[in-house]
């Protein structure tokens, strides 16, 4: 089948390593395997990938508690146990107790899919090893009624990994694998315009460079990310925050006017703090 090419939407942007990312999986019809800080636009790509090629997305995001065969099917033995002492006629069909997962609802699509394992490393270190017949076979088998579940096409699966915990070797064998570099300032600037289009030139610019700084700060906990940017530009058009007040030039000011988007625990704004004030007295 052929699938036109992704080079991202409207309202997001693909670089090119990532559109050729994700047409390298397509055509080796293996998982695409999605690694990148937090807030890099890990998850919202199998959307707009979705949304590009105009396809059902099946979206599967795991937790810590999620086991792989959730994915594929639950048996509610409840269910059955509580009908049959309510003597209903239901019981006598055990397909009626069996509850699709995600996986499955992607493999009976009527057209190829998008399927997305969202933070894959969230789970117990088996959950990839668990998945890794059904997703290479693209079939799995139902036990309870006696069903070979197969995939009527074969999805385009992006699986995101926040780095938690390492992925096996024989799953990461399977994958096509892109790491999501942090935008570099011309990058992030046609993320900007996408969210907003009309923003003064002068006020992104200071905007840019206070939140490099920020995230160029040595031993911070955790760096703000795109999505946190989005939220402090947005803030300070809201309270029309006016670009020389993000220069943080004057004796008070010590981090930028609304850092709470961007810092978000007590020992980076300190830490953010005490570099400023080092930075003033070795600047007199």
């Known amino acids: 089948m052929h699938t036109k090419r992704f080079s991202g939407t409207s309202r997001y942007v693909a670089t090119d390593d990532l559109s050729m990312a994700v047409s390298a999986a397509v055509t080796l019809g293996r998982p695409l395997l999605i690694k990148g800080e937090p807030g890099t636009g890990k998850t919202q790509l199998a959307e707009e990938i979705a949304g590009f090629l105009e396809r059902p997305l099946y979206e599967w995001h795991v937790k810590s508690t999620t086991k792989a065969q959730q994915g594929l099917y639950e048996y509610d033995a409840v269910s059955r146990l509580r009908d049959s002492q309510l003597g209903d006629a239901r019981v006598q069909e055990i397909g009626?107790?069996?509850l699709k997962g995600r996986v499955w609802e992607a493999f009976t699509s009527e057209v190829q899919p998008v399927l997305l394992i969202d933070e894959i490393d969230k789970a117990d270190i088996e959950f990839p090893n668990d998945l890794l017949r059904e997703l290479d076979r693209m079939e799995f088998?139902?036990?309870?009624?006696r069903?070979?579940?197969r995939a009527r096409h074969?999805?385009?699966?992006?699986?995101?990994?926040?780095?938690e915990k390492e992925l096996p070797d024989a799953f990461l064998r399977r994958c096509f694998f892109h790491y999501i570099r942090f935008p570099d300032t011309d990058t992030m600037r046609r993320i900007v315009d996408v969210h907003f289009p009309n923003i003064k030139k002068e006020l992104l610019a200071e905007a840019l460079e206070?939140?490099?700084r920020i995230r160029d700060v040595p031993g911070l906990k955790k760096k703000p990310s795109t999505s946190e940017l989005l939220d402090w530009l947005k803030l300070l058009l809201?309270?029309?925050?006016?670009?020389?007040?993000?220069?943080?030039?004057?004796?008070?000011?010590?981090?930028?006017p609304l850092y709470g988007a961007l810092l978000k625990n007590e020992q980076d704004v300190h830490l953010?703090?005490?570099?400023?004030?080092?930075h003033r007295r070795t600047a007199r």
């Not at 088998?141 to 009624?145: A, C, F, I, K």
Request: net charge negative.
């Open 96 to 98: 009626n107790y069996i």
């Open 141 to 145: 088998y139902v036990y309870e009624t």
């Open 147 to 149: 069903e070979l579940v």
């Open 154 to 163: 074969r999805p385009i699966i992006v699986i995101t990994s926040n780095n």
């Open 210 to 212: 206070a939140f490099y």
């Open 238 to 256: 809201a309270e029309d925050i006016a670009p020389e007040a993000l220069r943080a030039t004057d004796g008070k000011s010590t981090v930028p």
């Open 272 to 278: 953010f703090e005490q570099l400023v004030f080092m």
